[in-house]
T-cell receptor, first 112, second 116 residues
Framework: EAQVTQNPRYLITVTGKKLTVTCSQNMNHEYMSWYRQDPGLGLRQIYY???????DKGDVPEGYKVSRKEKRNFPLILESPSPNQTSLYFC???????????FGDGTRLSIL | AQTVTQSQPEMSVQEAETVTLSCTYD???????LFWYKQPPSRQMILVIRQEAYKQQNATENRFSVNFQKAAKSFSLKISDSQLGDAAMYFC?????????????FGKGTKLSVIP
């Protein structure tokens, strides 16, 4: 089954404790992105990748890191999480740049 | 930079009736794509419809259709014969990909309720 898989689905952690949210797709897609969703703000792009080793900042990259060492994986790293990063996070992928993205099921992060 | 505006935070519609959700966008690019996504309470993001900016013909997908007015930068979604399963958050989004950039910008969403 074609899918984008995020882990974990839920995480409660504390300020400053490094965490990684994994994202994997099995569709051989070139393009991958991370978004955060906050009430009243919609989804905002954090980082995107257009291919292996090619990543760039979206609209809200502060406090986040990403890497793209393999085509299928695009982890989101929070080196020193803070409470303002409490949010719902989505990973998404697409084969071509003009195609709609397939979204993962989301990761609910709570940082205390 | 792109911006997407959804001016209706909430809307409601009677079952079997028609409803139109508004979206306006602003971009300086000539080649871009527009989407409507649906997010039910399960929080999955589901593609509803896609429109290429270079096509004048409005996209349709079963009960869903758009009214794309490029000059006005307007991209509204019409849902016909509304069903209970249409109740969700709806997000309008604009995609620009070019010059080494890949930007998908979302509006803040419209919450649609369907009244039985």
């Amino acid at each position: 089954e074609a899918q984008v898989t995020q882990n974990p689905r839920y995480l409660i952690t504390v300020t400053g404790k490094k965490l990684t949210v994994t994202c994997s797709q099995n569709m051989n897609h070139e393009y991958m992105s991370w978004y955060r969703q906050d009430p009243g703000l919609g989804l905002r792009q954090i980082y995107y990748s257009m291919n292996v080793e090619v990543t760039d900042k979206g609209d809200v990259p502060e406090g986040y890191k990403v890497s793209r060492k393999e085509k299928r994986n695009f982890p989101l790293i929070l080196e020193s999480p803070s409470p303002n990063q409490t949010s719902l996070y989505f990973c998404a992928s697409s084969l071509y740049s003009d195609q709609p993205q397939h979204f993962g099921d989301g990761t609910r992060l709570s940082i205390l | 930079a792109q911006t997407v505006t959804q001016s209706q935070p909430e809307m409601s519609v009677q079952e079997a009736e028609t409803v139109t959700l508004s979206c306006t966008y602003d971009t300086s690019e000539s080649d871009y794509y527009l989407f409507w996504y649906k997010q039910p309470p399960s929080r999955q993001m589901i593609l509803v419809i896609r429109q290429e900016a270079y096509k004048q013909q409005n996209a349709t997908e079963n009960r869903f259709s758009v009214n794309f007015q490029k000059a006005a930068k307007s991209f509204s979604l019409k849902i016909s014969d509304s069903q209970l399963g249409d109740a969700a958050m709806y997000f309008c989004a604009s995609l620009y990909s070019g010059a080494g950039s890949y930007q998908l910008t979302f509006g803040k969403g419209t919450k649609l309720s369907v009244i039985p």
